[in-house]
C-alpha cells in the first residue's frame, strides 16, 4: 500500500517570521480526506548547502520547485533549482540542478551539482502542479508551489512519528507556567549534592552580573532567591559581557564555564572558575576567580581583537572529557560564528588537550538566516548515541535549535563521522507564542526524566526569558523539545 506525499515549497512573509532562507527549502505534507496537512509545524525540512569559499567564508544557496522522483530501488531523487539565500538567480551555477538523495525524507545527502539532468528535470516540472489538482492544499499556508508523490505505509508512519507534534499520553512530571524568569537568557540547570541550581545570562542588567538560585525541587526554582557570584566589578580583568554560564563538574570537581571580556566585545573569551573544596555554590566566595581556556601549549584559544569564544561546553564521552565552543573571526573578515571541538585535560580543565577542530558551520538557511552563526551547544548522551543540540542564526525571532549526533566508537575529532540535521527541531513555530527557541541545556532528574532548560521570546520582540520543558524522544532517539499538553 502507498499514501500521498506533497511535496512543496513556501512563499517568505515577514509578518509571519518566515524568511527567504527558511520559505525557500523543501517542505513535506501528507493527504487526510483529500486535504492536504503540513507536517513539521509548516516548517522546511531539506536545506540545500551553503557553498565555501576558499577563506572560508560561506555562499547562502536556497531551492525552488524540488521535483521527486521514486529511483525503485528504495531511495528518491531530488531535482531542484538551485538559488542564492534570499531567493536571486544562483550565480555560481547556473543552468546546473541541485540534486540529492534520500530514503526516509529525514536524511538528506546532497550530490554535486548537475546539467545532466535538465531535460528529465523540466519534463518533470511540467506536470508536477497537476499531479495536486485532486488535493486541497488551502490549510497550508504560504503554498506557492507544490508536487505529490506515492510512498510506502511504512515511510509515511515513520514521517508522521516524526514530523507530527508528539501526543503523551501521561505527563509524569511538573508542568512549568513559562516563562521561569524574565530578561534571563541562556540557562542552565545542574543536580549538585541533591540541589538543583539555575544560572543564566542577565539580559537585565546588559549581562553584567551572574546570579545563581538554589532549589530542592525542580518546580521550586521560578521562585527560588537569587545568589550574585560574579559581576564586573570583582576582577580587574573582567568588566562585562557575562555570557552562557554552564555548570560542569570534571574529575568530581565543580565548575562553571562561561564568557567574560576584559572590557569590549571582540576580547569575549572562555573561562571558567571552581567551586573550592567544600564550597557552597551559592556562595560568592566560594568560587575562584575565573581563567582563561587556553590551547594544550598555554597559548591563547584565538587572537584577542580578531576572534572571540563563547558558549563553551563540557562532556564526557567513552574515557574522555571534551569541550565544544563557538568561535568567530572578525578580522579581516568576519566569518561567523563556528562550532569548534577539542579534547580537554582534565587535571588542568582551562587547558585543551588537543589542537581545535572545526566541527560545523552555518550551512545551512535556517543556521545563516539575519547572520551566520552556530553557538550554545550542549551535550545530551543517550545509550550509544551523543547528541550536541546547538543553537542558530540571530538571536532575534529566527533563532533555533538543531543537533549534531555521533554512536561509539567513532572519533569526534573527525567531523565527517557526525550527523548534522538537515532542518532544526525547535524553532518560532514550534510552540505558539514562543518565539526565538533557543540556547538550551539539559539536566535530568533523579527519576531520569530529561528537562530541556531554554530561553524564548514570549512575542517576536519581547525580551529572552527562560523556560523549563520536559524531553521526550521520537522514534530514532532523537530529543523532542516541543511537546506540550
Not at 532567591?225 to 560542569?248: C, N, Q, R, T, V
Not at 565544544?324 to 573578515?333: A, D, E, G, H, V
Not at 550527523?419 to 533557543?438: A, D
Request: aromatic share 12%; proline share 5%; glycine share 6%.
Amino acid at each position: 500500500m502507498s499514501e500521498k506525499l506533497i511535496i512543496y515549497t513556501r512563499e517568505a512573509s515577514k509578518e509571519l517570521y518566515y524568511d527567504p532562507r527558511l520559505a525557500y527549502s523543501m517542505h513535506l505534507a501528507y493527504v487526510d480526506n483529500g486535504k492536504a496537512v503540513a507536517f513539521n509545524h509548516n516548517s522546511g525540512v531539506f536545506f540545500a548547502k551553503a557553498t565555501e569559499n576558499e577563506d572560508g567564508s560561506l555562499n547562502p544557496k536556497s531551492i525552488q520547485k524540488p521535483v521527486v522522483t521514486d529511483m525503485g530501488d528504495g531511495s528518491y531523487r531530488i531535482l531542484a533549482t538551485r538559488i542564492e539565500g534570499d531567493g536571486d538567480a544562483d550565480a555560481q551555477d547556473q543552468g546546473k540542478l541541485l540534486m540529492a538523495v534520500t530514503k526516509d525524507f529525514i536524511r538528506y545527502t546532497e550530490l554535486p551539482m548537475t546539467a545532466d539532468y535538465n531535460d528529465i528535470y523540466v519534463q518533470a516540472l511540467a506536470g508536477a502542479e497537476d499531479s495536486c489538482q485532486e488535493v486541497d492544499l488551502s490549510d497550508i499556508v504560504g503554498l506557492v508551489y507544490a508536487m505529490q508523490i506515492e510512498v510506502p505505509d511504512e515511510i509515511m508512519h515513520y514521517l508522521k512519528q516524526k514530523l507530527c507534534p508528539m501526543k503523551v499520553d501521561k505527563w509524569d512530571g511538573p508542568i512549568f507556567n513559562n516563562p521561569i524568569a524574565i530578561n534571563r537568557a541562556d540557562p542552565d540547570v545542574y543536580l549538585y549534592n541533591g540541589k538543583y541550581y539555575y544560572i543564566a545570562t542577565n539580559d537585565a542588567d546588559d549581562n553584567h552580573t551572574l546570579y545563581i538560585r538554589e532549589a530542592d525541587r525542580l518546580e521550586d526554582i521560578p521562585e527560588a532567591e537569587e545568589h550574585l557570584i560574579l559581576d564586573s566589578d570583582m576582577y580587574d580583568d573582567i568588566k562585562g559581557l557575562l555570557w552562557a554560564p554552564e555548570f560542569h563538574e570534571v574529575e568530581g570537581k565543580l565548575y562553571i564555564f562561561h564568557a567574560a571580556t576584559r572590557g569590549e566585545f571582540f576580547a569575549e573569551e572562555s573561562r571558567l572558575m571552581e567551586l573550592k573544596e567544600g564550597g557552597n555554590p551559592i556562595n560568592a566566595s566560594d568560587w575562584t576567580k575565573p581563567r582563561r581556556i587556553v590551547r594544550m601549549d598555554g597559548s591563547e584559544l584565538c587572537e584577542e581583537g580578531k576572534e572571540i569564544t563563547l558558549d563553551m561546553t563540557c562532556f564526557n564521552w567513552e574515557g574522555d572529557y571534551y569541550v565544544i565552543w563557538s568561535q568567530r573571526q572578525f578580522l579581516p573578515k568576519d566569518l561567523g560564528a563556528w562550532l569548534y571541538i577539542a579534547k580537554l585535560n582534565p587535571q588542568k580543565p582551562w587547558m585543551l588537550a588537543s589542537d581545535p577542530i572545526v566541527l560545523s558551520k552555518p550551512d545551512y538557511g535556517w543556521g545563516n538566516n539575519h547572520t551566520f552563526v552556530e553557538e550554545g551547544p550542549f551535550a545530551l548522551i543517550r545509550g550509544d548515541k551523543l547528541y550536541i543540540t546547538f543553537s542558530a542564526a540571530a538571536v532575534d525571532e529566527s533563532y533555533v535549535v538543531s543537533y549534531l549526533m555521533i554512536e561509539t566508537g567513532k572519533d569526534l575529532l573527525d567531523p565527517g563521522q557526525w550527523f548534522k540535521s538537515n532542518y532544526p527541531i525547535l524553532t518560532s513555530r514550534s510552540v505558539q507564542g514562543e518565539y526565538g527557541t533557543g540556547h538550551n541545556a539539559y539536566v535530568i532528574d533523579p527519576e531520569g526524566r530529561v528537562w530541556n532548560t531554554y530561553h524564548a521570546r514570549f512575542g517576536a520582540t519581547a525580551p529572552r526569558s527562560s523556560s523549563i520543558r520536559q524531553v521526550f524522544f521520537d522514534v530514532d532517539g532523537v530529543p523532542v523539545l516541543d511537546v506540550v499538553l
